[in-house]
Structures are given as structure tokens and as C-alpha cells.
């Protein structure tokens, strides 16, 4: 079966430096990876996609997110985090096969100024 | 503002009641997905309806069940409540055809809060 799994539950950032999130996946082929930010008391908010092509792929808010198929990966980055960007974000995978999103459980992020 | 509409926006009851939570998906979508997410379990996928049929199952409880509409809204509707069963319940909606089927779009939410 298909996971998804961060293993950062946490994870604290002055305002102004790089950001990494890590996020792993199980599944034989290539899934269909996303990233979501959901912010205190809202909905999760789609932050970028990986269907298929270039392995590095941009998304809104200054993030960007590397697929790499031979380590199950498809960290989140950003080079320069801002205050507004602490919120908790979930990696998600879907199937060629089944429209469900599987989450991650989540990194939280916090953003010291 | 992702287009994806939910009411209300809070909930409380108690137990062995039944409640019913609505979405609005956006305009021109045909699916409708629903999760929970809570502290245990996070985010866990119910259910996904396809232009009014049932298309997809996941750890959905018997006590729950949804459906959709002709207009494409969808119910989802809570009964004998637990206190477990207190959530946030989200409801998602996917264009259709070729792999833009697969990004989906989240409403606010609706907070249960079993008592």
C-alpha cells in the first residue's frame, strides 16, 4: 500500500533562511506528489504538484520541490523563509489508479524572527 | 479563496445525535472528496462521489454516509455521533480529465465537536 511519510514533526526557522521539509513516499511506480500548506483554523491550500517531466518543480509562495526517484523523495524547499510562511505542511501522493490523496502527518513549521 | 464552500463553519452536538455537513464544490468540478483530519489519526480520506455516483471508499465509518447531488453539492452525514468521531471534516473537489483529475481543492472545513 501507498505512504507517505515526514519525519520532521517540527521544525523551527529564523525569518530569512533556507527551508527544508522532508518528505518520503511508498509505492512500486511514480506517484503523483503534492504539497499542501494549511495555516491555524484554515484549509489546506495547494502549494505545488509533480505529475511527470522535469523533476524539480515550482510552486506559488517561492517554493519549489525536487523529485527524486531513486531516494522515494520530494522534499519541499525555500530559500528564504518569511514570518508568514508558519503554518503545518502535508506531503501527499495519488495513484495513476485512484483519485485519494495519502498524507503525510504533517511538519510544523515555526518562524522565529 | 480555493472556491470549495462549507457550512457551517462549526458544530457542536452531542452524543447519538446526527448531524449533516454540506460542500459546494467548485464550479465546473465533478468530484467531491471528503477527509477527516484529527489529532490521532490525521488526515484520513472518506470518501469521493463523481458527478452523483460513488466512486471511491476509504475509512469511512458505517454510521457515516454521503452523497451528491444534481447540482454536484454533497452532503455528509454523521449519525449515532461519538465522541471520537469530533474532527474537522474537509471537503475537496478535482476538475476532470487527464491528470488535473488528481488536484484537489479544499474547503475551510467544518469543526465537529462531539460532546
Known amino acids: 500500500a501507498q505512504s507517505v511519510t515526514q519525519p520532521d514533526i517540527h521544525i523551527t526557522v529564523s525569518e530569512g533562511a533556507s527551508l527544508e521539509l522532508r518528505c518520503n513516499y511508498s509505492?512500486?511506480?511514480?506517484?503523483?506528489l503534492f504539497w499542501y500548506v494549511q495555516s491555524p483554523g484554515q484549509g489546506l491550500q495547494l502549494l505545488l504538484k509533480?505529475?511527470?517531466?522535469?523533476?524539480l518543480v515550482q510552486g506559488i509562495k517561492g517554493f519549489e520541490a525536487e523529485f527524486k526517484r531513486s531516494q522515494s523523495s520530494f522534499n519541499l524547499r525555500k530559500p528564504s523563509v518569511h514570518w508568514s510562511d508558519a503554518a503545518e505542511y502535508f506531503c501527499a501522493v495519488a495513484t495513476y489508479n485512484t483519485d485519494k490523496l495519502i498524507f503525510g502527518t504533517g511538519t510544523r513549521l515555526q518562524v522565529f524572527p | 479563496d480555493s472556491g470549495v464552500t462549507q457550512t457551517p463553519k462549526h458544530l457542536i452536538t452531542a452524543t447519538g445525535q446526527r448531524v449533516t455537513l454540506r460542500c459546494s464544490p467548485r464550479?465546473?468540478?465533478?468530484?467531491v472528496y471528503w477527509y477527516q483530519q484529527s489529532l490521532d489519526q490525521g488526515l484520513q480520506f472518506l470518501i469521493q462521489?463523481?458527478?452523483?455516483?460513488?466512486?471511491a471508499k476509504g475509512n469511512i465509518l458505517e454510521r457515516f454516509s454521503a452523497q451528491q447531488f444534481p447540482d454536484l453539492h454533497s452532503e455528509l452525514n454523521l449519525s449515532s455521533l461519538e465522541l471520537g468521531d469530533s474532527a474537522l471534516y474537509f471537503c475537496a473537489s478535482s476538475p476532470s480529465g487527464g491528470v488535473s483529475s488528481y488536484e484537489q481543492y479544499f474547503g475551510p472545513g467544518t469543526r465537529l465537536t462531539v460532546t
Open positions: 462521489y463523481y458527478n452523483g455516483e460513488e466512486r
Open positions: 464550479s465546473g468540478d465533478l468530484s
Open positions: 509505492y512500486g511506480a511514480t506517484p503523483y
Open positions: 509533480y505529475f511527470s517531466g522535469d523533476t
